[in-house]
């Protein structure tokens, strides 16, 4: 399928989105997100894909929400159609999903990045939370996401000044998982994504959801949600299979 605003390829197990609006740095508009939306709930249903990555263009990730898009919108029309709504499909998403990404990720580009389970940055990255120089705050977890990322200081500078972090610093405060050569950077995500998507499908995705109540819950809270799911992972015949073969010294061969 076709689409105006994205391209999408498979890579064996991994599904790779690019997000496609050279003109306007990958502006995010509705038809971006719902095209993005259309494509996760696609490779969500398909067994045949066990990890995603979602990249931008050399120059641009994404330079955050459409302004010449939000420029004219009304309170009523903000609060009731509420657009960022649609945004939340990604962190909803239960396969594991990589943001690579290279250029700007800015305002919801940032946010975007975040929303994934962790971002591989390309030495040329540069993130960032601009909205209040636009006179809005950032709309799509900014705040939220990026505090839990790098801490209070560090967000609280980023969300009120609308400086930019470089990859150097953002690998640095934990923000991105590692830096790469730009050249390497899809490269580099789809090797990390192919090697999660040769793992026990279910293992992985019970993996992701149980990293993420981290940071919903309690301690004790997670840690007794991971030893139920740990438990649970012993009726997987993926389990048998993994240990089996670590005993044969011989690579497991996973069900999916
Ligand atoms: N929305 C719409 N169009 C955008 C855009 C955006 N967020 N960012 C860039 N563009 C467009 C520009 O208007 C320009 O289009 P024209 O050629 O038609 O003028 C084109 O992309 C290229 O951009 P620039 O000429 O500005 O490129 P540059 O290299 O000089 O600067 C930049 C790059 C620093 C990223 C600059 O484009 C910029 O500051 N962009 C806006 C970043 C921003 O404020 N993002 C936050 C948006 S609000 C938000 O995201 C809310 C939320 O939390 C949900």
């Given at each position: 399928?076709?689409?105006?605003?994205?391209?999408?390829?498979r890579?064996?197990?991994?599904?790779?989105?690019?997000?496609?609006?050279?003109?306007?740095?990958?502006?995010?508009?509705?038809?971006?997100?719902?095209?993005?939306?259309?494509?996760?709930?696609?490779?969500e249903?398909?067994?045949?894909i066990g990890?995603?990555?979602?990249?931008?263009?050399?120059?641009?990730?994404?330079?955050?929400?459409?302004?010449?898009?939000?420029?004219?919108?009304?309170?009523?029309?903000?609060?009731?159609?509420?657009?960022?709504?649609?945004?939340?499909?990604?962190?909803?998403?239960?396969?594991?999903?990589?943001?690579?990404?290279?250029?700007?990720?800015?305002?919801?580009?940032?946010?975007?990045?975040?929303?994934?389970d962790?971002?591989?940055?390309?030495?040329?990255?540069?993130?960032?939370?601009p909205?209040?120089k636009?006179?809005?705050?950032?709309?799509?977890?900014?705040?939220?996401?990026?505090?839990?990322f790098v801490?209070?200081?560090?967000?609280?500078?980023?969300?009120?000044?609308?400086?930019?972090m470089?990859?150097?610093?953002?690998?640095?405060?934990?923000?991105?998982?590692?830096?790469?050569?730009?050249?390497?950077?899809?490269?580099?995500?789809?090797?990390?994504?192919?090697?999660?998507?040769?793992?026990?499908?279910?293992?992985?995705?019970?993996?992701?959801?149980?990293?993420?109540?981290?940071?919903e819950?309690t301690?004790?809270?997670?840690?007794?949600?991971?030893?139920?799911?740990f438990?649970?992972?012993?009726?997987?015949?993926?389990?048998?299979?993994?240990?089996?073969?670590?005993?044969?010294?011989?690579?497991?061969?996973?069900?999916?």
């Open positions: 399928m076709a689409y105006e605003t994205i391209l999408v390829e890579h064996e197990r991994v599904g790779l989105i690019r997000l496609n609006r050279p003109q306007a740095l990958n502006a995010l508009n509705s038809v971006l997100i719902g095209e993005l939306n259309t494509v996760l709930d696609a490779f249903a398909d067994r045949g990890c995603m990555v979602l990249t931008g263009s050399e120059k641009a990730f994404a330079a955050g929400a459409d302004i010449k898009q939000m420029q004219d919108y009304s309170y009523p029309e903000t609060y009731l159609d509420d657009f960022i709504t649609s945004w939340e499909r990604l962190s909803r998403a239960r396969k594991p999903i990589i943001a690579a990404v290279a250029g700007f990720a800015l305002g919801g580009g940032c946010e975007l990045a975040m929303s994934c962790f971002i591989l940055a390309a030495d040329t990255a540069k993130f960032g939370q909205e209040i636009l006179g809005v705050m950032p709309g799509a977890g900014g705040t939220q996401r990026l505090t839990r801490g209070k200081s560090k967000a609280m500078e980023m969300c009120l000044t609308g400086r930019m470089d990859a150097a610093e953002a690998e640095r405060v934990g923000l991105v998982s590692r830096v790469v050569p730009a050249a390497d950077l899809v490269a580099e995500a789809l090797k990390v994504a192919k090697t999660i998507a040769d793992m026990s499908l279910p293992v992985a995705m019970q993996t992701k959801e149980s990293v993420n109540r981290a940071y819950t301690l004790a809270e997670g840690i007794r949600f991971e030893r139920r799911v438990q649970s992972q012993f009726a997987f015949a993926d389990q048998k299979e993994g240990m089996t073969a670590f005993i044969e010294k011989r690579a497991p061969k996973f069900q999916r």
